[in-house]
């Protein structure tokens, strides 16, 4: 029986590492293409839009995508303000602008 049970942890453990080195390249993917992105001017430093996230939503920000919606590139930020709620605001990328905010969530 321990064997057994030993032999699923192992399994477990393996597949752990797996999905999380599959994460992280698609990290690496994701940061890649950003670059090459700010790098032909199609989309504006990501310093410079963090300023006006937290101009709209302060709190500290958790997490940053860089999506294709609607045509165009977009930064979605992930913001926890001081109340403890969670923000989702949406950034156009090439202009700057905030092109939504999704209500607060706990």
């Not at 890649?32 to 430093?45: H, S, T, W």
């Amino acid at each position: 029986m321990k064997t057994v049970l030993m032999r699923l942890a192992v399994l477990a453990v393996l597949m752990l590492a797996m999905s999380l080195a599959v994460r992280a390249q698609d990290d690496d993917d994701d940061h890649d293409r950003a670059r090459e992105l700010y790098e032909r001017g199609e989309i504006e430093g990501l310093a410079d839009i963090m300023a006006i996230v937290r101009a709209k939503a302060p709190g500290e920000i958790v997490a940053v995508d860089l999506i294709r919606a609607g045509g165009k590139w977009v930064y979605r930020f992930q913001v926890i303000a001081a109340d403890g709620r969670r923000r989702i605001v949406d950034v156009d990328a090439g202009a700057g602008g905030v092109s939504s905010g999704e209500g607060d969530r706990k």
